[in-house]
């Protein structure tokens, strides 16, 4: 078995601050990256409020490969893998396993973080990749041109639904309400794009296509009209859900999945430290999940040196 002193599992903005902070602390630390480097950052268009970067041109994964590369000049290590499951149970060391290694480990900083919510509805899964997207960065190429809806009434949706104006020839944004969740400065904008619509108190019943999506059926909440409407392209944004799946029984959680830590960034288990949006349903900004990162890297030191 691979022994390390502290294994940090996910790679967004939380999971490469704790390596950078834990390298530096000479904890020689060693990333299990998941799915995708740099997490859902690295599928988001433009980010606009990471201080420090007060040109308009910031994308996701521009900050990815700047906070990947800080973390690997200070020796953090990355294993391109995903874990599928862990034991924590007769405490440190703990056991982490991976698709193709198995890890003892001193000391854990779990940081999944999210993935995006899917809508449940029929065609919805069959249409990924044809049509269906929850990642407009991605995919929002292909669209050029053509028509496209984005479901959500949040920042992410008006966000994507923006940058698919430099494709789409029309994004109609479908929200469930008559009042949008996203804060006022996107709003502001959204609403002054001649690109761009917004069909309200509706939400997304069908994907309906033929190979490709060709149509979304909607019904609208207060009048119980329903109405299909042409698209090449839907594009979700209706939130998220913790990656912690793997951690269930492990950790303590909320009835929603987040792993419950306290302010110091400790877990229900000793040795287990947690940052990120595995653990914050509430903020879930790449500032905030920065400084919980750095928090729990830092936490992890001080409860390693005062082990020994
Ligand atoms: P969010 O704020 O949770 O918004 C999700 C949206 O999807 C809401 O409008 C919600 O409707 C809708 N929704 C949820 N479930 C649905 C369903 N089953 N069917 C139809 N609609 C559904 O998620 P988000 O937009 O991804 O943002 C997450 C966090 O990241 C927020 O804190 C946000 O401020 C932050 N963020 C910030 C920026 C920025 O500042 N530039 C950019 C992106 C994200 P209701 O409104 O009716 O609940």
Request: with cysteine.
């Amino acid at each position: 078995m691979n022994k390390e002193k502290v294994i940090v599992i996910g790679s967004g903005p939380a999971g490469l601050t704790a390596a950078i902070y834990a390298a530096r602390a000479t904890l020689d630390p060693l990333v299990i990256v998941g799915n995708q480097l740099g997490g859902q950052i690295s599928i988001t268009a433009e980010v606009e409020n990471y201080p420090g970067f007060p040109e308009p041109d910031l994308t996701g994964p521009d900050l990815v490969d700047r906070m990947y590369r800080q973390a690997e000049r200070f020796g953090s290590r990355f294993d391109y893998d995903e874990v599928i499951d862990v034991d924590f149970s007769k405490g440190s060391p703990f056991t982490v396993k991976t698709n193709s290694n198995e890890y003892e480990t001193e000391a854990v900083i779990v940081t999944a973080g999210a993935s995006p919510r899917r809508l449940g509805v029929p065609g919805e899964e069959d249409f990924i990749g044809r049509g269906v997207s929850f990642c407009a960065t991605c995919d929002g190429f292909f669209f050029r041109g053509r028509d496209v809806v984005v479901v959500g009434g949040g920042d992410s949706a008006l966000e994507e639904g923006l940058f698919l104006t430099k494709f789409a020839n029309k994004v109609n944004i479908i929200h469930r309400r008559d009042e949008l969740r996203a804060g006022p400065t996107l709003e502001k904008r959204a609403r002054a794009n001649e690109k761009i619509d917004f069909i309200f108190d509706s939400v997304v019943d069908e994907v309906i296509g033929n190979g490709m999506v060709t149509a979304v059926q909607t019904s609208n909440l207060k009048t119980g009209e329903t109405n299909r409407l042409s698209t090449d392209g839907v594009f979700i944004y209706i939130g998220h859900y913790p990656n912690s799946k793997f951690l269930e029984g492990h950790l303590a959680m909320d009835e929603h999945g987040y792993v419950i830590a306290d302010e110091k960034m400790r877990t229900s288990v000793e040795g287990i430290f947690a940052a990120g949006e595995i653990q914050d349903s509430y903020f879930r900004q790449i500032a905030t999940s920065v400084g919980q990162g750095c928090a729990a890297a830092i936490q992890c030191e001080k409860w390693l040196s005062e082990r020994e």
